[in-house]
């Protein structure tokens, strides 16, 4: 009986230690793809199938060094998505270059506007200014507020059929008597570069399969995370909010990467002291000045994705833009936040030109 228990004990630490060879040899494989990328390389995430895993539970305390910072940090560093984001379009646009010259070809993106929502209207024209400026061809079909769906399945239609086109995007929200659904489904998956087709947001759910393209403003906070050296594998991560276009993908994202994640939503109880255990925090509740200091822990990385106007006499139309995040109170506890404006905005239309480009390389073999 005896022998038994030892003899199973014995497989187990064998097994366990077998795991642990997987594991750290994998982190450091990880650590290594980190640190070369090639020229042609425009972002740091590696592709998403390469970050796989054996699904082998056991004790991992001895494998991940965790160091939390118990004293408050004076001096958080301050991630600037702007100029990120703007080293990320020129190397889009060096791409861009280079295949034109090799092949006589250019990305080309199709965005579907519908009604005059101000906040879209400047996100669709700062999309196509960021075309413009990477030299990608990019078109855009406006309908007003009251449009028929038909007009605009016709419009996707033509779009999905269009071999000049290789990136399709509805710009959301729509109008409520719009099937959102029914209009997402019928983008072509191979142009799908907001990643919300229910196929390439189910690929990015599942192990082992890896979708066409990631929603912009997730990658673009996963982006900001890798460069900005934040270590993701082992650590707490929680994601406030579980929107379809940012909180319920960027948690798989990262789940991905490695991190415990959990999701805080509007129903969760005590969203506080779930939140203030979390190393990293990516917040997109859209609820201004929702997180104060209490909620966050020392040396925590914040990405605030909210993006809130808020009445402001003294700015220059009248009002400014705020995130989820406290930002001042944020500065003096957390080790690096994005701010708002400037932080994770302008990579979200960074990441659309980058899904742009490598759909039109995908469909011409282009490397
Ligand atoms: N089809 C999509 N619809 C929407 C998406 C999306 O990814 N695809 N995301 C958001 C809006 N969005 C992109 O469309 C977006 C939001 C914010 C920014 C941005 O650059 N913000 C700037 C401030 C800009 C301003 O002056 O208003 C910043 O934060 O610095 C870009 C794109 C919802 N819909």
Known sequence: MYRKILMRMRMRMRMMNATRKVVVGWAKEYKRYLSTTTTNQILLSPPLVSVDLPEIWGSTSTLYHHHPSQSPVSHAKIINGKSIAEEITSRVASNVKRMKESIGKVPGLAVILVGQRRDSLTYVRNKIKACEEAGIKSVVAEFPDSCAEEDIMTSLSKFNEDPSVHGILVQLPLPEHLDEEKILNL????????????????????????????????????????RSGVEIVGKKAVVIGRSNIVGLPIALLLQRHHATVTIVHACTKNPERITCEADIVVTAAGVPSLIRSSWLKPGAVVIDVGTCPVEDPSAEYGYRLVGDVCYEEALSIVSAVTPVPGGVGPMTIAMLLCNTLDSAKRLYGFT
């Not at 191979?190 to 087709?197: L, P, Q, S, Y």
């Not at 599942?206 to 890798?226: D, I, S, Y």
């Open 187 to 226: 983008v072509s998956l191979e142009k799908d570069v907001d990643g919300f087709h229910p196929i390439n947001m189910g690929n990015l759910s599942m192990r082992g399969r890896e979708p066409l393209f990631v929603p912009c403003t997730p990658k673009g906070c996963l982006e900001l995370l890798l």
